[in-house]
């Protein structure tokens, strides 16, 4: 079988595991309870690898000011001391189902990491491979949205995350996600061994979360590395004036419109600029009175939409996709050792705010 560049299939068939609102009183049994009925369903469905979102096993707690006793509750323990996150007690129920049903997991957690001297803490996801029972790979979320101040304003909406979280330290890890593909080419054994080909290893997989995906930088780190597919979990308050940039002027219903637009825009594009898929898994829903978008999508790397929720609650959203579609762009409109060139993009990485050009004479025209 190949694709229309004469190149082997890499079918993959992946779900999105949309939760709906998990409130505050909710406890964490009643969440996994929940999880396993999403895996049960995708393993029913043939999924092998399936998406949670962004800090899928609590309510999404920056948006309440809390102490550091109350906040502790929220965050799970990465002790690599203690077998990492795939022991911690309140997930590793989770990691066990996975494997029992042979289903991949990408997830988004609270983690609290030892540091020699206390603790970090930070909006992290990881990606679990059934096959080796083991994380491949973990990502801290870079770009931390919010305020380390609590909003005066009453009513406003909280959105404590550079309070709560250290900024993620670990850049853009791009990995290569064991035994999904049949025939994956594996490294050259010894000299003489023909090369394997660009696109034709095991898959390649990036993690984003929230608000990282309307930056372009993070997407740009996993297409020079490759990525064929990237997960990116949320939580997007449907009504954030202060945060958003969306008017204050404008309807509730309006400005949700507006935030779904910008959500989607974020993913088809970056997706598209890229070549590659994206899961992008929404917590959505009313939680405790705090709307959240849905918009749980699934996107090509020629950016159009496969697959997308259709509710605000539990729900799994899959699609068939063949990674060998992302070769198209990747050597032709985005082949990127062809056409990219580093040498004329120094402000960006030496730029953090804005530059602007000297201001004109008062003469100036
Ligand atoms: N969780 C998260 O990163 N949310 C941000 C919105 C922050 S402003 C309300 C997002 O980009 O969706």
Not at 211 to 238: I, K, P
Not at 269 to 293: P, R
Not at 323 to 352: S, V
């Amino acid at each position: 079988m190949t694709n229309t560049n004469q190149r082997p299939k890499r079918p993959l068939r992946v779900a999105a595991a949309q939760l709906g609102p998990i409130h505050l009183a909710d406890s964490r049994e009643s969440v996994l309870q929940r999880m396993f009925r999403l895996l049960d369903q995708a393993s029913a469905s043939r999924v092998q690898v399936v998406a949670f979102p962004e800090l899928a096993f609590t309510t999404f707690f920056p948006r309440h000011l809390m102490d550091h006793t109350e906040l502790e509750a929220y965050f799970d323990l990465d002790d690599p001391q203690n077998g990492g996150l795939r022991q911690s007690p309140g997930i590793k129920p989770l990691f066990d189902h996975a494997r029992d049903l042979g289903i991949d997991v990408y997830v988004g957690y609270a983690e609290k990491a030892p540091t020699g001297d206390g603790f970090g803490y930070y909006n992290s996801s990881v990606y679990y491979s059934a096959r080796s029972d083991r994380i491949v790979q973990k990502y801290r979320k870079v770009h931390l949205p919010g305020v380390v101040e609590p909003f005066k304003q009453p009513g406003a909406t909280q959105q404590l995350e550079k309070r709560y979280f250290s900024n993620g330290d670990l850049g853009f890890p791009a990995f290569r996600a064991p035994g999904l593909l049949p025939n994956a080419a594996k490294t050259a054994a010894g000299p003489g061994e023909a090369i394997p080909l660009e696109g034709s290893g095991d898959a390649i997989f990036g993690m984003l979360i929230c608000n990282d995906r309307r930056w372009a930088e993070g997407w740009r780190s996993y297409g020079l590395q490759g990525a064929e597919l990237v997960f990116c979990g949320y939580n997007t308050t449907a009504y954030a004036p202060q945060l958003l940039g969306t008017s204050e002027d404008i309807d509730r219903k309006t400005a949700e419109e507006e935030v779904l637009f910008h959500h989607k825009l974020s993913c088809q594009g970056n997706s598209y600029m890229n070549a590659c898929f994206s899961v992008n898994v929404a917590k959505c829903g009313l939680e405790d009175g705090h709307s959240l978008i849905s918009g749980t999508i699934i996107v090509h790397p020629n950016g159009h939409i496969l697959a997308e929720a259709s509710t605000k609650e539990d729900e799994l959203v899959i699609a068939n996709i063949d990674l060998g579609d992302c070769r198209r762009g990747k050597e032709k409109t985005f082949a990127f050792a062809k056409h990219r060139r580093p040498d004329q993009y120094r402000m960006i990485t030496d730029y953090t705010g804005v530059v602007e050009p000297k201001m004109l004479a008062a003469d100036g025209i």
